[in-house]
């Protein structure tokens, strides 16, 4: 592989992360509000069996696309932390 190839490589992986952005960026904007909903209620900011089903799709998922599931796990594990640290800080009233 020469220099030309690296440097098209790197850019469909940069079209690539502008499409991961504009896909996380939505589902932000999404558990935000589950967040403000979750806050409205009292419900816990944490819902271990609705993760435990979106743990086992996207696991399956990963398989058929090909894609090492323990690879889209950890990806998904550390959104789902964040998700839930904001959950926290809507609960305690913070911007
Ligand atoms: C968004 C929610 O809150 C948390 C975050 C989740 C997510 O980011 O997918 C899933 C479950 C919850 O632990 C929810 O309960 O649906």
Redesign the pocket.
């Known amino acids: 592989m020469g220099t030309a190839e690296l440097q098209d490589l790197r850019e469909q992986i940069d079209r690539i992360d502008q499409e991961i952005i504009a896909l996380l960026s939505e589902?932000f904007k999404i558990?935000e509000e589950?967040?403000i909903y979750?806050a409205e209620h009292g419900?816990p900011?944490?819902?271990?069996n609705?993760?435990a089903e979106?743990f086992g799709k996207i696991a399956e998922l990963s398989m058929s696309r090909g894609l090492r599931p323990e690879y889209a796990v950890g990806v998904?594990r550390c959104?789902?932390d964040l998700?839930?640290s904001r959950?926290r800080e809507i609960k305690e009233g913070r911007k």
Not at 45 to 48: L, R, S, T, W
Request: zero cysteines; glycine letters at 6%; hydrophobic letters at 40%.
């Open positions: 589902r558990t589950v967040g979750k419900l900011v944490q819902d271990i609705r993760e979106q998904y959104i789902i998700v839930i959950h």
